[in-house]
C-alpha cells in the first residue's frame, strides 16, 4: 500500500528541499497506533520546519505537520481499536516525528486522546494546536480565579490561529474581550468571533514603557510575546495574569519585575506539547462545548497537502488569518 506524504529534505547545509512523495507502510517511524489522517492543519512552527537550521527540525527526512486527527487503522494498544476517530497535537510530532502532512502516521498512543462528541475531525483540526494552546490559557486563567465580571480581557495576536480560537472561547463564556491585531482589515473578522472592542497593534506599542501604567486588563491571553507581553503587564490589574503562548515577537523580554512585585501579578507559560493525559481530556472536552461551532467555521481557509508549503511560508509572514485546515485526501 502506498500514501502520500509532503516530505522536507536536507539537500546541504543551507538547503532544504519540501516535495510530495509517494511512500509505503514501512517508511512509518516506530509507534504502536497506525492512524489514516482526515485533516492537519498548517502552523507556524510548521512553516519554521520548513526552512533550512530552523532548530526544530531534529532529523531528515521529515514529513512536518504538529497536529492531526484521523481514525485508527491498527493498534496495540487496548485503549483504542480500529475506527475509532483520534486527535493528536504536540508531543514534537512533525519536528522529530513524523507528523499530519501525510495520508498515514504511526505514533505513540499515549500521544493521542480520543476525538469528544460532538466534533468531526475536520472541526478539530480546525481547532487544532492553536486552538488546544488557546484553551490551555483560558484554563490558566481561570485557574487563578478570572472570571468575566472582573473586566476586560486582551488577547494579542488575535487575528492568528491562538488568538482567534480564544477570543471566540472567551466571548462565549460571557467576557469582554479587546482584541489586539496589527491588521485593520481583519477587524470585522474579530467583531464576528465575539471582539467587544478592536485594538491596533500600535496602540499597545506606543505605550510607554514605565514599569507600571493604569490597572486596565482583567487578563490577557498573549500570542506575541516580546516587547507586547513587556507593556501588557504593566497595564495588568491588581493579581491578574497573563497567559502568553506564542513567541512571534521574541523570545526577549525587556520587562520589570515591578508589576510582579507591587501588582500580585502572573506570568503563565503556556506550552501544548507535553500536557498530562488527563488535561488533555479536559481541554478537548471544553473546546467541544465551550467554542461556538458557527463561529469556527468562519476561521477555516481550506486546503490541500499541495498548497502547503506556500501556506507555510505565508504564515511566516504574518499574511494568514484564522485556521488553514488541510485536508490530506483531497
Not at 494552546?133 to 476586560?152: C, F, K, M, R
Not at 491596533?200 to 491571553?221: F, H, N
Not at 497595564?235 to 519585575?257: F, N, T
Amino acid at each position: 500500500m502506498t500514501f502520500n506524504a509532503l516530505v522536507v529534505e536536507k539537500t546541504d547545509e543551507s538547503n532544504v528541499s519540501v516535495a510530495m512523495q509517494s511512500l509505503t507502510l514501512d517508511r512509518l517511524p516506530a509507534g504502536n497506533v497506525t492512524v489514516a489522517i482526515e485533516y492537519t492543519t498548517v502552523n507556524y512552527k510548521d512553516g519554521l520546519c520548513m526552512q533550512p537550521n530552523s532548530g526544530f527540525v531534529r532529523n531528515y527526512p521529515l514529513v512536518p505537520g504538529i497536529d492531526f486527527a484521523g481514525t485508527v487503522e491498527s493498534s496495540d494498544d487496548p485503549r483504542y481499536k480500529p475506527g475509532d476517530k483520534v486527535v493528536l497535537t504536540g508531543w514534537r510530532v512533525g519536528e522529530s516525528h513524523w507528523g499530519g502532512y501525510s495520508q498515514k502516521a504511526r505514533v505513540n498512543a499515549d500521544w493521542l486522546v480520543p476525538l469528544p462528541d460532538g466534533l468531526t475531525t475536520r472541526q478539530a483540526m480546525a481547532i487544532g494546536t492553536a486552538g488546544f494552546a488557546a484553551i490551555l490559557a483560558v484554563l490558566a486563567l481561570e485557574d487563578h480565579g478570572l472570571t468575566p465580571n472582573q473586566g476586560e480581557v486582551l488577547v494579542t495576536g488575535a487575528a492568528g490561529g491562538v488568538g482567534s480560537i480564544a477570543t471566540a472561547v472567551l466571548a462565549k463564556l460571557g467576557y469582554q474581550v479587546a482584541a489586539v491585531t496589527g491588521r485593520p482589515e481583519t477587524a470585522d473578522y474579530l467583531k464576528s468571533l465575539g471582539a467587544t472592542r478592536i485594538l491596533p497593534r500600535g496602540e499597545i506599542d506606543t505605550i510607554s514603557q514605565k514599569p507600571l501604567e493604569s490597572e486596565t486588563w482583567a487578563g490577557c491571553v498573549d500570542a506575541v510575546g516580546g516587547e507586547m507581553l513587556a507593556r501588557v503587564l504593566g497595564q495588568l490589574k491588581y493579581g491578574a495574569s497573563v497567559a502568553a503562548v506564542g513567541l512571534a515577537g521574541g523570545a526577549a523580554m525587556p520587562a520589570s519585575v515591578i508589576p510582579f512585585l507591587l501588582r500580585g501579578v502572573n506570568l503563565l507559560g503556556i506550552d501544548s506539547v507535553m500536557q498530562p493525559y488527563e488535561r488533555r481530556l479536559v481541554g478537548w472536552q471544553r473546546l467541544a462545548t465551550d467554542l461556538p461551532m458557527d463561529k469556527l467555521e468562519g476561521m477555516i481557509q481550506p486546503a490541500n497537502l499541495a498548497d502547503v508549503p506556500q501556506l507555510a511560508s505565508d504564515i511566516l509572514k504574518g499574511q494568514v488569518k484564522g485556521r488553514v485546515v488541510v485536508d490530506v485526501n483531497a
